[in-house]
Nanobody, 126 residues
């Protein structure tokens, strides 16, 4: 069974940091584009960051650029999302995703990602 499992979420005060981890199993994701999305209550799931397998190159949503860093964790067959200077508006369920993107690009398009985790909750208090 192919799985992506997120961890590292929690409750943090505004200005704090969290490190989210995604571990894959059931197949290798080393040559996949890896990404993080998030979904706040009552809102659609939105793109946060992505990293390619080659390079690697990265791509960030404007809302998190400069505060968030995505990196691959090939030892865990997944990815890491380091989040700093957190804001209350960052509160959401964070999902890890993996996909074989044509051209190997880091894309924000949800339908480019085949595998999804169950999510880890991030809550930022003001």
């Amino acid at each position: 069974q192919v799985q992506l499992v997120e961890s590292g979420g929690g409750l943090v005060q505004a200005g704090g940091s969290l490190r989210l981890s995604c571990a894959g199993s059931g197949r290798t994701f080393v040559t996949f584009t890896m990404a993080w999305f998030r979904q706040a209550p009552g809102k659609e799931r939105e793109f946060v960051a992505a990293t390619t397998w080659s390079g690697p190159s990265t791509y960030y949503a404007d809302s998190v650029k400069g505060r968030v860093t995505i990196s691959r964790d090939n030892a865990k067959n997944g990815a890491v999302l380091q989040m700093n200077s957190l804001k209350p508006e960052d509160t959401a369920l964070y999902y890890c995703a993996a996909g074989r993107v044509i051209g190997g690009y880091a894309t924000s398009q949800r339908d480019s990602y085949t595998y999804w985790g169950q999510g880890t909750q991030v809550t930022v208090s003001s």
